[in-house]
């Protein structure tokens, strides 16, 4: 169990959110003092700085601290005390890939914008970069580059697109009006995403290669094995499921999107809309029975593929709905569903009335607390609580 | 066509893209919109219009321009949807020329008619498809285009990139502490109740503005964070061409930050057309009935810490005032008393405009007409003379106005029409006005 007092931040002019690791026996944050310099802080001291600015700070998976430091006016990424050797104008965007090996980010340079990985820019840069994607293990890297510059109210340009997406340093030649939606396969062989075709026309590009068809509109796609992909796609019976451009799900709905793929038993869940305002989940076509009026968040598979888990929301409260199965909705915000390693178990932290409350398959256990990080499960029937009670952090290992 | 006499404007988003045109794209441009997209509404609407003239004494573009029959808003349909389905949808270029100019410059779609027509037609409804249908063919003035493009590919309306949002909401963090303590303005923090939203145009040209409203969050003591990713501009502009597919896109992006981050509610800064995209419009679009996560304006906001005592108004406005009624958060919401609250609590000597809150004239710049860029600008000069008679009438040299495009038409009325007055948003008078609690003094 770790506990720290978390009251000496307040000798600091300031500190930001603060970040746990995964085993819960480090907790950081950015403190500032009075002259506006800012240190990283870990469990109770200052271990780094002064920096001028600390941004993205955060724990890898395999608990490396991480952050972007901003000294003399540039950027680097920060790694456990350890600077990357070069230095950017600037640099958002930090991830890193599942095992947290790999550290990358969007860089600017000379007023050109790519991507480094590790330290090293890739060679190519661009006018603009969005967003950064990873695959599991960081053998693929993407962002969406502009590929053009042409000036404001330029509007017969922008039409002939400007924007694609760059993988692992090379780009396609395609050029589109727009992108979102980027994945990978699950081997992490192939890439797809949506794009804006035209001012009404949008499709599914896959490693480069447009699909035949294309729609009224389109949402992220994602691949069901290396192969195949599906995509949420609108056409005149309403919004349909589509793999490699035709139909893939018999029925339409209002609304069809966050698909979510479970690549071993090819199970596909995704958030519908039956009816303005009647959501719910449909997995593998079927769709379940509980409708909610308002919001349902994207579909969570136990490890196994067998359960499936989503947030829901409901006249004014939060909720899960587990396979069919509604928890009370009576919370007013509430986290991620956790799966225990076999599945048996579900896991969430919720709040009411300012206070954080720890719940198993519905069941209150634990709470209130001022404050809780997502449940983490040791084992089966081994939960680790992180949170702030009475101005400490604390952990709690509970048996469920 | 006959009674529709205008003076000749050249705006290439129009002009050009029509030139550009064949009759098979026309042709199934109707078809998708009128038979596929246009609810039983749409006929409902036309055929039960008795063309009693009920609406004409309410709009001010009819009213501004002399009585002239032509921008009678009935006429106004009779000359896009009217002149379309008599034709058969067999239309000429030029047709779709006038369509366009009056959907886009010559009906702000304030819904102030709807009030008056006996039988409840929603004309801006009927409006907003010929926009539509101009939209899905591309024919829209240049600078709203220029916008929607930019919304496209990067959620805000100025191409504004990734980390030019981190930067600029960083070095507003800089500059705030010569005034709030310590001021830290949160990025992407998880479960913070607000999260805050912001016009574009505050990120880039209006920085003092937004500076204001994040002193009154600091001041109120709210739990509040904006977005460290694409996502953070609101104004969703492809509303005003009715593109279905960028409005879903963009507000799909706020309520996924929202429900990703968390927050209990959705908080914007000063705007009418937003909020309406984001209640409605884009919303009813994606499948919600509603809000699914509670969408509130600035004014909702800054009543509530009044109210709560969040904040303290530590002294008042002493010149006279008066205020514009937005179309979109007062004739749409109902934010008219909140709105008075407000002004009552900054304002000594506070005088109404008449007509005033749902009854309130649009200022002429509503629904994209600020946004068509200079070619249209003596349009709304033109379509706002009611409204600048209102500000003249009131004797008040400041008014008040709570939305972007109430404020910029207004400002260039004042200009055009020489009135001596100026124009305020909220935040800049609260923040002016409030008291800076003890604990934030630098």
């Known amino acids: 169990m770790s506990w720290v007092d978390l009251r000496v931040l307040e000798k600091y002019a300031n500190f930001s959110e603060l970040v746990v690791n995964s085993l819960g026996d480090k907790i950081a944050t950015v403190v500032e003092d009075e002259e506006g310099q800012r240190f990283i802080w870990v469990n109770g001291k200052t271990i780094d700085g002064p920096f001028e600015r600390v941004n993205f700070l955060q724990f890898t998976p395999n608990g490396d601290l991480i952050a972007s430091v901003q000294k003399d006016g540039l950027w680097t990424v920060w790694k456990e005390g350890v600077l990357w050797e070069e230095f950017f104008e600037y640099l958002w965007n930090l991830k890193t890939d599942n095992s947290g090996q790999k550290v990358l980010a969007n860089v600017k340079i000379d007023g050109n914008y790519t991507v480094c990985v590790d330290g090293v820019p890739w060679s190519h840069s661009f006018y603009d970069t969005r967003d950064l994607f990873v695959s599991p293990t960081g053998a693929k890297v993407a962002t969406y580059v502009r590929l053009e510059n042409y000036p404001v109210l330029e509007i017969f340009n922008f039409a002939k697109g400007m924007w694609s997406l760059a993988v692992n340093d090379v780009f396609w030649d395609k050029k589109f009006l727009a992108l979102f939606g980027c994945c990978f396969s699950p081997k992490e062989t192939r890439v797809a995403t949506a794009v804006r075709l035209t001012d009404r026309s949008f499709t599914i590009v896959v490693d480069n290669v447009c699909w035949e068809k294309s729609f009224y509109q389109v949402w992220e796609p994602r691949f069901l094995d290396e192969n195949q992909v599906v995509a949420p796609v609108k056409t005149s019976r309403g919004w349909e499921l589509y793999c490699n451009g035709s139909p893939f799900w018999e029925r339409s709905f209002t609304q069809l999107w966050n698909l979510k793929v479970f690549p071993e038993k090819k199970r596909v869940a995704a958030i519908v809309a039956l009816e303005l305002g009647k959501w719910t989940l449909a997995v593998d076509g079927k769709t379940w029975k509980p409708t909610f009026g308002q919001m349902v968040l994207e579909p969570h598979f136990s490890p196994d593929g067998e359960r499936i888990a989503a947030v829901v929301r409901h006249q004014n409260r939060w909720g899960l709905v587990v396979n069919e199965v509604c928890w009370d909705l009576v919370w007013e915000r509430i986290g991620d569903p956790v799966f225990s390693p076999k599945g048996g178990k579900i896991a969430a932290k919720a709040e009411k009335d300012g206070g954080y409350y720890l719940l198993v398959e519905n069941k209150v256990l634990e709470g209130p607390y001022t404050y809780l990080w997502d449940p983490v499960f040791l084992e089966e029937d081994t939960l680790l609580i992180r949170g702030i009670k009475e101005k400490s952090y604390f952990t709690k290992e509970i048996k469920v | 066509m006959e009674g529709f006499v205008r003076k000749p404007v050249f705006d290439i988003g129009i002009d050009k893209t029509i030139e550009r045109l064949d009759k098979q794209k026309i042709k199934r441009a109707i078809e998708r919109v009128l038979n596929e997209e246009a609810t039983v509404r749409f006929k409902i609407f036309l055929e039960t219009c008795m063309r009693c003239g009920m609406c004409s004494e309410s709009c001010h573009h009819y009213l501004s321009h002399d009585r002239d029959p032509s921008y009678a808003p009935a006429s106004k349909v009779k000359l896009t949807l009217g002149d379309l389905i008599a034709k058969k949808g067999k239309i000429e270029k030029a047709d779709l020329k006038r369509y366009a100019r009056i959907a886009f410059t010559e009906c702000n779609l304030c819904r102030r008619c709807t009030q008056f027509c006996p039988f409840g037609i929603d004309i801006a409804y009927l409006i907003s498809l010929v926009r539509r249908l101009c939209g899905v063919l591309g024919v829209a003035p240049q600078f709203i285009q220029d916008q929607v493009y930019s919304h496209m590919s990067s959620y805000n309306m100025l191409w504004f990139k990734q980390d030019e949002w981190i930067d600029t909401i960083q070095w507003i963090e800089d500059e705030l502490r010569y005034e709030i303590k310590n001021a830290r303005i949160p990025l992407g923090k998880k479960d913070a109740d607000i999260l805050l939203l912001i016009h574009g145009l505050e ?201 972007h495009t109430c404020h910029k038409g207004i400002e260039d009325l004042i200009e055009h029409y020489k009135v001596d007055a100026h124009v305020k948003f909220l935040a800049d008078l609260i923040a002016e006005h409030m008291e800076i609690p003890e604990r934030l003094r630098p």
């Open chain 2, 203 to 403: 990120a880039k040209y209006m920085t003092p503005l937004l500076s204001n409203m994040l002193k009154i969050m600091l001041a109120s003591g709210v739990d509040f964070t904006l977005p460290d990713t694409d996502g953070w501009d609101y104004t969703n502009k492809s509303l005003y061409m009715h593109d279905f597919e960028t409005m879903t896109l963009v507000t799909k992006r706020h309520y996924e930050i929202a429900s990703k981050l968390r927050v209990k509610r959705i908080l914007i800064t000063e705007c009418g057309h937003a909020y309406r995209a984001a209640l409605y419009e884009s919303a009813r679009l994606l499948g919600w009935k509603e809000a699914p996560i509670p969408f509130i304006h600035a004014v909702e906001f800054f009543y509530e810490i009044l109210v709560q005592g969040k904040i303290k108004i530590a002294h008042k406005v002493k010149e006279k005032a008066t205020l514009q009624d937005p179309c979109n958060i007062v004739r749409y919401r109902g934010l008219g008393p909140k709105l008075r609250f407000i002004v009552r609590q900054l304002c000594e000597d506070f005088v109404e405009m008449t007509p005033n809150q749902e009854y309130n004239y649009c200022c002429s710049s509503g629904g994209g007409m600020v946004d068509a860029g200079p070619p249209w600008k003596g349009a709304r000069i033109e379509g706002g003379k009611v409204k600048i008679e209102q500000i003249k009438e009131t004797g008040a040299s400041l008014v008040i106005a709570p939305c």
